[in-house]
C-alpha cells in the first residue's frame, strides 16, 4: 500500500517556473524499492501522458515536449521525488500526477495537482 501526496501545483506566466513535490508513505512507501517513480499530465478530454520518469536505478525519461525544461529528481531521505518545471509554457497546462510502480508490481496514483500556465 501506497499513499502519494503532492504539492506544488499553480497558476505561473509563461517563462515561469514550478516545482511539483510527491511524497510517498505507507507499507510499500519506501522509494528506495519503488521500481519506477514518474509524474503524468492530464488536460480535460484528453488521454493522460507521460511526461518524466526514473527509475530505481535512477534511469530518466522525459515527453520529446518537455526535454531540457524539466527535471524530475529524488531525495530517498525524504522519501520524496521532485518535477522541476523550468520554461513553462500554456501548452504545459494540465493536471499533473504522481506515480508509483512498486517491486512487487502495485501501481498506485496521487490525486492530482493543476498547473496552469497563463500566456
Known amino acids: 500500500q501506497v499513499q502519494l501526496v503532492e504539492s506544488g501545483g499553480g497558476l505561473v506566466q509563461a517563462g515561469g517556473s514550478l516545482t511539483l513535490s510527491c511524497a510517498a508513505s505507507?507499507?510499500?512507501?519506501?522509494?528506495?524499492?519503488?521500481?519506477?517513480m514518474g509524474w503524468y499530465r492530464q488536460a480535460p478530454g484528453k488521454q493522460r501522458e507521460l511526461v518524466a520518469s526514473m527509475t530505481r536505478g535512477s534511469k530518466t525519461n522525459y515527453a520529446d515536449a518537455v526535454k531540457g525544461r524539466f527535471t524530475i529528481s529524488r531525495d530517498n531521505a525524504k522519501n520524496t521525488v521532485s518535477l522541476q518545471m523550468n520554461s513553462l509554457k500554456p501548452e504545459d497546462t494540465g493536471v499533473y500526477y504522481c506515480n508509483s510502480v512498486s517491486s512487487y508490481g502495485g501501481n498506485f496514483w496521487g490525486q492530482g495537482t493543476q498547473v496552469t500556465v497563463s500566456s
Open positions: 505507507g507499507t510499500s512507501g519506501n522509494i528506495y524499492i519503488t521500481n519506477v
